[in-house]
């Protein structure tokens, strides 16, 4: 019997708007979107992270983007072959600056590339972590910037 070992992240993620849309990141080996950022490395601030991530990732400068206000922490779990993993992620949000083109942003990266979306296009394509697409949906029609704790297991109302 295999023993199953547990590991746990930390995960600094944005809602990065420019108009009417939502910059995702597009995982093109396994065909899935995401919010942009990444893993807090140790002694790193979570918003230090984002930035990190957001230029290693893409082409997009700091002084791009306003500055992250955190959103909501978002709990999530699931098994991947004989490990539990464990995330913990802090979603924030922020605005790409007006004079910056959507269609100029693009990847660093070759697994990765970058999309903006809307709320209906979202609704129509694989996204994870799952359970956190309509928070990110909700997200596009309101303005609202109230934390919010969506613990694992779901939210109880």
């Known amino acids: 019997m295999t023993k199953v070992k547990t590991t746990k992240r930390l995960l600094a993620r944005v809602i990065l708007r420019s108009g009417e849309k939502i910059l995702f990141a597009y ?4 065909a899935f979107y ?14 230090d992270a984002l930035m990190r991530e ?6 997009l400068k700091p002084t791009e983007i ?13 098994r991947d072959r004989d490990t539990d993993v ?6 924030f949000t922020a605005r790409l600056k007006a004079s910056i083109n959507q269609e100029s942003v693009s990847s660093r990266e070759k697994h990765l590339s970058f999309h ?6 979202l609704g129509d394509v694989g996204f994870r972590p799952a359970k956190m697409k309509p928070m990110v ?7 609202s910037s109230n934390l919010t704790y969506f613990p ?6």
């Open 116 to 121: 903006f979306l809307s709320a209906k296009e």
């Open 86 to 91: 464990f995330e913990l992620i802090l979603c």
């Open 66 to 78: 306003s500055a992250p206000i955190l959103l909501c922490v978002y709990e999530n779990t699931w």
């Open 137 to 143: 949906i909700e997200s596009l029609s309101s303005a």
């Open 34 to 47: 995401f919010l942009p950022g990444g893993h807090v490395d140790s002694n790193e601030s979570v918003s």
């Open 27 to 30: 995982n093109k080996k396994d």
């Open 152 to 157: 694992l297991g779901g939210r109880e109302t």
């Open 54 to 59: 957001l230029v290693e990732e893409t082409n």
